[in-house]
C-alpha cells in the first residue's frame, strides 16, 4: 500500500474513534520492525524476517481549564496491508 491508502484508512479509524482529532492531517512514518536474533535464540525460537509497519502520528493542542496549553500525541501503528496493528495516546 502507498502512503495516501494508508492516509485514508488511518483518518476514517481515528474520525469514528477519537472524533477530537477530526481534521488533524497525521505525519505518516515508514518504520521496519526487527526482533534481535539473540531474542529467538534465547527462547528456542526460528528468527522472523524484519516486516515494515507504517505510523501515524497526529498531534494538537487543547487549552487547560487554568489557561495552559497541553499538548496530546495519538499514534496508530498499521501493517504492510493497511490493517491497524495498534493505537495509542496521550492523556
Known amino acids: 500500500m502507498d502512503k495516501e491508502s494508508i492516509r485514508e484508512i488511518v ?17 505518516i512514518q515508514e518504520e521496519v520492525v526487527r526482533i534481535e536474533d539473540t531474542s ?13 509497519v507504517y505510523v501515524a502520528v497526529f498531534k494538537r493542542e487543547v487549552i487547560a481549564e487554568d489557561g495552559g ?17 495498534k493505537t495509542t495516546h496521550s492523556k
Not at 529467538?40 to 515494515?52: C, H, L, R, T
Not at 495519538?74 to 491497524?84: F, N, P, Q, V
Open 69 to 85: 496549553r497541553i499538548k496530546t500525541v495519538l499514534r496508530t501503528t498499521l501493517d504492510k496491508e493497511g490493517k491497524i496493528i
Open 40 to 52: 529467538f535464540a534465547k527462547a528456542g525460537m526460528i528468527p522472523i524476517p524484519p516486516k515494515k
Open 11 to 27: 483518518i476514517s479509524h481515528i474520525e469514528q474513534n477519537f472524533p477530537e482529532y477530526k481534521g488533524i492531517e497525521p505525519d
